[in-house]
């Protein structure tokens, strides 16, 4: 499970990170509000935890731009915030748990691996694997990234597996919704992916299980 860990407390930051390593996860450190948007655009995370007092930019505004861009990153808020009202903000903009400092780091590990481990069932295809609740995708064990519309169409497919999605449903996910621009997408994810996607003339479009 890869893991951003935003928290400017070194320290902290620090000895967080190693206690979830020896529990298995992978974590990428951050201090500044900032590096996150930088991080998250090369690579799609797992999970974000995010303190709130941070500096360049608080953990609100970041969950909030990274939700607007249609980044659905499962996210939980550390921070020394005790008020019901910036509680209740932290879930209004998307934050699926919040934990209050100080905790013990056991404490966190019990929530992540209640709240979303075993809530994951992978996907593996060919020399894929998919997590649908991310929608993290590892090819020969290495991290891919797809574009927006590109993921969405490729969840729509690898999800119904043996089964035909209507193409009217694929083709709402495209920005310009049209036949030939599903047909492009459709072909450059069989190119980034070398996986075959199925036409069923008339209907709609499939991924086989060999």
């Known amino acids: 499970m ?4 935003l928290e400017d407390d070194r320290i902290l930051c620090e000895s967080l990170s190693e206690y979830l390593k020896t529990e298995g996860f992978s974590v990428d450190m951050l201090h500044r509000g900032e590096e996150v948007f930088e991080h998250t655009f090369d690579k799609k995370y797992d999970l974000y935890i995010l303190d709130i007092n941070v500096p ?6 970041i969950l909030k731009a990274l939700k607007e861009s249609g980044d659905d990153t499962p996210a939980i ?17 998307g934050a699926d748990d919040y934990i209050k400092k100080p905790f ?7 929530r ?20 649908p609740h991310s929608k993290h995708l590892r ?8 574009g927006t519309i590109q993921l969405k169409l490729f969840h729509a497919l690898i999800t119904h597996i043996d089964k035909i999605v ?8 495209l920005e310009q919704p049209n036949v030939n621009a599903l047909r492009v997408n459709l072909a450059k994810l069989k190119s980034r992916l070398g996986i ?7 209907q709609g479009y499939m991924i086989e299980r060999e």
């Open 77 to 93: 808020f550390i921070t020394a915030l005790t008020d019901m009202a910036s509680l209740a903000k932290g879930f209004d903009i």
């Open 56 to 61: 360049d930019i608080n953990g609100f505004d």
């Open 139 to 146: 090819q020969d064990g290495k991290t891919v990234g797809l």
């Open 112 to 131: 992540i691996k209640s709240h979303y481990l075993e809530k994951n069932e992978l996907i593996y295809y060919q020399d894929l694997v998919y997590d």
């Open 166 to 173: 209507d193409r009217y449903t694929l083709m709402d996910m």
């Open 104 to 110: 013990d780091p056991e404490e966190l590990v019990i």
């Open 2 to 5: 890869e893991i951003l860990l």
């Open 196 to 202: 075959e996607i199925k036409n069923v003339r008339g």
